[in-house]
């Protein structure tokens, strides 16, 4: 079926090649994630200098640290000697440098090479030359991102111009104090699907009904189909004997002081190309952070995120937090569900979006713009 033939009704997806073929998940590493700003780390887990974590970015493993003035740096984890992996745990921390365990080549936490092997014997290496390679950094809403692009494009456009355009102004969500919230839970999630499926899935509510029992029960308008993001500002009100955002509707915690009036029992979430969902309500943000590590494997990490006295104090979080891993694997199972089916003859050409998905095409042209490719007949 051509996208010609189809009903007005109904509009065509990828192909099930762009959630399968190794070939193009290269190209959006590529194109993607080593070319646009990528979110890799809460700042509070670099917890002083010395901290690091170690992230894959596209094909590259990054080094993410905090110096002695407290900025963040980000390297490639390359040692510039001989090409060994600088750092293989996940993440720790170190006194005052990073050694190579192959040859000792030595690079202090601003990637400035400071000790080798007879290193006072080659005068002409120079020590910043020959430093790690840098990669640019930026901090917002307590997380670290980077880009790997050598010229990267403006976090304020890519990164910050999507959260107004779904808010419809940067002041929306600032109200929510993201940087000075703290981490409730954490759950990492496995997830054996193509990254698009999870963003799409994310994307639209036409599912919800289906699979989201305690979700539409807490959002009554999910059960009509229609997505939070669907116009600008739009945040889903709460039910009306919903007294918070919790897997049986009971009283939530601490409400964030900044959080508008008209933000009150209102559920907003935020798409943020390539790899972030936000997810907004009074007394808690859920912030989750994909990482794509194959055509059919992404890793999904999810941080729920309250007031600091709220976790301080020990109060109970479960009925918070379990309302969306509960979502969360819904949604992920489906996306599992829908992974095997991609390769299907049925599914060369894709399959169609309706009206109230229609706005993932959207997503789909962008995918298309990105890697330079020709859009489906």
């Given at each position: 079926m051509t996208?010609t ?11 099930g ?5 190794p070939?193009?998940?290269a190209?959006?590493q590529e ?6 700003w ?7 887990d670099?917890?002083?200098p ?9 094909r ?7 110096a002695?003035?407290?900025s963040v ?5 390359v040692?510039?000697h ?8 996940e993440?720790?921390e170190?006194?005052?440098a ?5 040859h000792a080549?030595?690079y202090?936490?601003?990637g ?8 006072t014997?080659m005068?002409?290496v ?9 990669v ?8 670290v991102?980077?880009c ?8 304020e456009e ?7 355009a ?7 969500i ?5 940087e000075?919230l703290?981490v ?12 698009k499926?999870i963003?799409e ?16 029960e807490?959002?009554?308008?999910f ?5 939070a993001?669907?116009?600008v500002?739009?945040?889903v009100?709460f039910?009306a004997d919903i007294?918070?955002?919790t897997?049986d509707?009971?009283e ?8 508008a009036?008209?933000?009150d ?23 989750h952070r994909?990482y794509?590590v ?12 309250y007031?600091?006295?709220v ?7 479960s009925r ?15 996306c599992e569900?829908c992974?095997?089916a ?14 109230s998905?229609?706005?993932i095409?959207a ?5 298309h713009e990105?890697?330079g490719?020709r859009q489906?007949?």
């Amino acid at each position: 079926m051509t996208s010609t033939s189809l009903p007005d009704s109904l509009i065509a997806t990828l192909p099930g090649s762009y959630y399968t073929d190794p070939g193009i998940f290269a190209q959006e590493q590529e194109h993607i994630f080593e070319a646009m700003w990528f979110c890799v780390a809460r700042s509070c887990d670099l917890t002083g200098p010395g901290a690091f974590k170690t992230v894959d970015v596209g094909r590259e493993s990054i080094l993410v640290t905090r110096a002695r003035d407290n900025s963040v740096r980000a390297f490639f984890n390359v040692c510039r000697h001989r090409g060994a992996k600088l750092c293989t745990e996940e993440s720790g921390e170190v006194k005052r440098a990073f050694q190579c365990p192959y040859h000792a080549w030595t690079y202090d936490l601003t990637g400035k090479l400071v000790a080798a092997p007879n290193l006072t014997k080659m005068p002409d290496v120079g020590r910043t030359e020959y430093g790690l390679a840098n990669v640019a950094t930026r901090e917002w809403l307590g997380y670290v991102w980077v880009c790997l692009a050598e010229t990267p494009p403006s976090f304020e456009e890519q990164i910050v111009g999507e959260v107004v355009a779904r808010l419809g102004d940067v002041e929306s969500i600032e109200r929510y104090d993201m940087e000075s919230l703290e981490v409730g839970r954490r759950i990492v999630y496995d997830v054996k699907a193509n990254w698009k499926l999870i963003i799409e899935n994310f994307m639209e509510c036409y599912h919800c009904a289906t699979i989201h029992p305690e979700l539409t029960e807490v959002l009554p308008e999910f059960a009509d189909g229609y997505a939070a993001q669907y116009y600008v500002g739009h945040g889903v009100e709460f039910g009306a004997d919903i007294k918070g955002f919790t897997v049986d509707g009971s009283e939530g915690l601490d409400r964030i002081p900044g959080v508008a009036e008209d933000q009150d029992r209102r559920y907003y979430a935020i798409t943020v190309p390539p790899q972030v969902f936000i997810n907004l309500v009074p007394d808690h943000v859920i912030f989750h952070r994909m990482y794509p590590v194959a055509v059919d494997r992404t890793i999904v990490e999810c941080d729920w995120l309250y007031l600091r006295d709220v976790v301080d104090s020990g109060r109970d979080l479960s009925r918070s937090v379990e309302l969306f891993d509960r979502v969360n694997r819904q949604d992920f199972d489906a996306c599992e569900r829908c992974q095997p089916a991609m390769s299907s003859r049925l599914y060369a050409k894709g399959g169609v979006l309706v009206p109230s998905e229609h706005h993932i095409g959207a997503f789909h042209d962008w995918i298309h713009e990105r890697l330079g490719t020709r859009q489906p007949e």
